[in-house]
């Protein structure tokens, strides 16, 4: 993988195969122009590419040019300084993805940084990429991924059959389900399948670790558009419980008894404002109010509730829950703490 850096005579090869790269037909004055010799000299250079295995091919025309056509078999590639650098942070990050492709991703990684020139190699490995928590996702199949990718390009309806979380590995599989598949997306390190279910008439997402594509797939269907226009914002909202806005369905506001320092880190998107040295207004929701009540708990002080009486009713249902299970069983003998 040669590292185009210089305009000498000797890298004009490497500059004609670059342009070559990146547009599909190119006239061959054009090509004599931007490279700064005659047609002559660039009819000889084509030679010489296709002499060391590029597949470049003459474009018949008024004009006349080259066109760099896939071959049988990959012949080395060329990428500047700023591709290449890009290239190695992808692959860094496909370890994350969950695609079960580390081992390939990896080994293109040790390649590409092989041949990079010394200071290249230095900003790649400047790079600190965290994939903390992706390591024991679930991976997905890449011929999984390929088919459920293939059905979103050709816009074929999805069967498939699909295991529900907990769902022992002995247990009667369900009947296959079917989805009109619209987009095929990552999220914290998962792969997901966004799709419109025709038998609920609705949306609906698909954990890709969970599916198991039938071939052949269904019949092709006209795609949708997503609510909102924007795949990233409505995923976002659907995870968070909500079916339109990216907002939390169960919003509520509260003072807690510690200064905004303690608060900030651990209010997630919530908005925190200090109200003096030692109490801070902290706006937050969650996916229900019962769980909302208990993400606020977890904060050990005092907790005034400003609103709404929904949140104050789920403290209240959350401390009989509490007080409840603080109680030992009639007839069995108190759980004792850890001891230290």
Not at 142 to 160: G, I
Not at 181 to 210: I, N
Request: glycine fraction near 8%; charge should be neutral; proline fraction near 9%.
């Amino acid at each position: 993988m040669p590292i185009a850096s210089s305009t000498t005579t000797s890298s004009r090869l490497l500059s004609l195969l670059s342009m070559l790269q990146a547009r599909r037909d190119w006239p061959g004055g054009l090509l004599a122009e931007r490279l700064g010799v005659s047609e002559r000299t660039v009819r000889r250079d084509v030679d010489r590419l296709r002499e060391l295995g590029y597949p470049v091919h003459a474009v018949k025309g008024p004009d006349g040019g080259y066109r760099l056509e896939a071959g049988s078999q990959m012949p080395p590639l060329l990428f500047d300084e700023e591709q290449a650098v890009a290239l190695a942070v992808a692959l860094r990050i496909a370890v994350g993805t969950g695609a079960g492709i580390e081992e390939a991703a990896a080994r293109a990684l040790a390649t590409v940084r092989q041949v990079l020139p010394t200071r290249l190699r230095q900003r790649v490995d400047a790079l600190e990429i965290n994939a903390a928590g992706h390591g024991t996702d679930p991976q997905v199949d890449t011929v999984v991924l390929l088919a459920l990718s293939a059905a979103v390009r050709a816009r074929e309806e999805l069967r498939f059959d699909y295991r529900s979380a907990g769902s022992p590995d002995d247990a009667e599989p369900p009947p296959p389900r079917r989805v009109q598949p619209h987009h095929l997306v990552v999220r914290a390190g998962r792969w997901y399948v966004l799709g419109w279910d025709p038998d609920r008439g609705d949306w609906r997402t698909y954990r890709a670790d969970r599916m198991t594509p039938r071939v052949p797939t269904g019949p092709r269907f006209v795609p949708r558009e997503v609510p909102g226009g924007d795949v990233a914002a409505f995923l976002a909202a659907r995870f968070k419980g909500s079916e339109s806005a990216n907002t939390w369905p169960c919003r509520g506001e509260v003072v807690l008894d510690l200064p905004v320092a303690e608060v900030a880190p651990f209010a997630g998107d919530g908005v925190v404002e200090p109200l003096g040295a030692t109490r801070t207004r902290l706006t937050t929701g969650s996916w229900s109010w019962a769980a909302l009540a208990a993400a606020l708990a977890r904060f050990d002080t005092e907790i005034d509730v400003v609103s709404p009486p929904e949140l104050r009713a789920a403290f209240a249902d959350l401390s009989r829950r509490a007080n409840r299970a603080a109680r030992p069983e009639q007839g069995l003998p108190p759980v004792s703490g850890p001891r230290g």
